[in-house]
Every structure is written in structure tokens, then in C-alpha cells.
């Protein structure tokens, strides 16, 4: 077992990522790019995507073990629906050593269920929201196992993140 974030200066945060499937869920664009980023650490792993079917997901997600989710999740109750079910589903079927976010709104559903299954989750906070948190960090904070930040700047906002540094 390695520690999830090893690769941040040695720091050990306190989730420990066994050998199991990761669960790598996001929106698309920014947000993928940056779990995208994290490559060396999810490389060799078991993973599964869940993201939405867009040109730049379809791309930078070639050959990948891809769900696609539901879009737009921004204020629309019937798609927060549809992805709860989808995380049911999902959770239901698999068990993932950790689910692992940059946001947005797909991810809520896969928190809270995975807080009720006691799956380990890890929330990183995207390195463009510096002066305020995004929506979805607070809605996804009370179900996180692990909250990472990429700028010490966004500590006044969760103090008990672990910097990790930027991932772009």
C-alpha cells in the first residue's frame, strides 16, 4: 500500500490506496485535465472514469474504462437524478479502494453514496478557484475522506486540506 499522496514532498496524509480499483469521477474540460495530470500516480492502478461524453473527454480518455455521466449538473435537479442513479449503480457493482474528484457537480452523488458504503474519497480543490471555494467543494466537504488543495492561498478556506501543489 502507498500512501495517495507520496508524491507530495513526502507529506502522508492519511488515506492509504490499496491495490483496488480507483474511481476517477469529474466533469469534463479543466476538471478532467487535471485529474488527467495525475497520470503517474493512476497509471498502473485499476481505475474507472466516470466524466461526460464530450470531444475532449472522448479524447483524453481513449482507450480508458469510461461511464458517462449526465450533463449539465449545474442547478439541474433531474440530472442530479439521473447521476445519483448512475452512482448507485456503480457503487453497487464495484468496490473502489477510493473515488477521487477535482469537481464538479457529477461528483456529489459518488460522495455521499460512498460515504454510506464507507468508500474513501479524496477532494481536490481545482488550482483556478483561489479566492472562493467552489460550490461543489462545499457540498462535497462533509463526505470527504481526504481534502487537498492545490495553492496554500485556498487554506483559509479548508484548513485542514493538504496542499498538494498545482496539478497543471
Not at 20 to 39: F, N, R
Not at 75 to 99: C, D, E, F, K, Q
Not at 103 to 111: N, T
Not at 130 to 158: G, K, M, N, S, V
Amino acid at each position: 500500500m502507498d500512501a495517495l499522496w507520496a508524491m507530495s514532498n513526502g507529506r502522508k496524509p492519511g488515506v492509504e490506496v490499496g491495490a483496488g480499483e480507483v474511481l476517477l469521477v469529474c466533469s469534463s474540460g479543466g476538471h478532467l485535465a487535471q485529474l488527467v495530470a495525475l497520470e503517474p500516480w493512476w497509471r498502473s492502478r485499476p481505475r474507472l472514469w466516470v466524466t461526460f461524453r464530450t470531444p475532449d473527454a472522448e479524447s483524453l480518455l481513449a482507450g480508458e474504462n469510461v461511464v458517462w455521466a449526465h450533463h449539465p449538473t449545474t442547478r439541474n435537479v433531474p440530472n442530479l437524478l439521473r447521476n445519483t442513479a448512475l452512482a448507485a449503480r456503480i457503487l453497487s457493482h464495484r468496490r473502489p479502494a477510493l473515488i477521487l474528484t477535482t469537481g464538479a457537480g457529477v461528483a456529489l452523488p459518488f460522495f455521499v453514496l460512498a460515504r454510506l458504503k464507507r468508500v474513501p474519497t479524496a477532494y481536490i480543490e481545482v488550482y483556478d478557484r483561489i479566492d472562493l471555494p467552489t460550490l461543489t467543494a462545499r457540498l462535497c466537504r462533509p463526505f470527504t475522506t481526504l481534502f487537498l488543495a492545490q495553492w496554500d492561498e485556498q487554506r483559509r478556506f479548508y484548513p485542514e486540506a493538504v496542499v498538494v501543489g498545482n496539478l497543471l
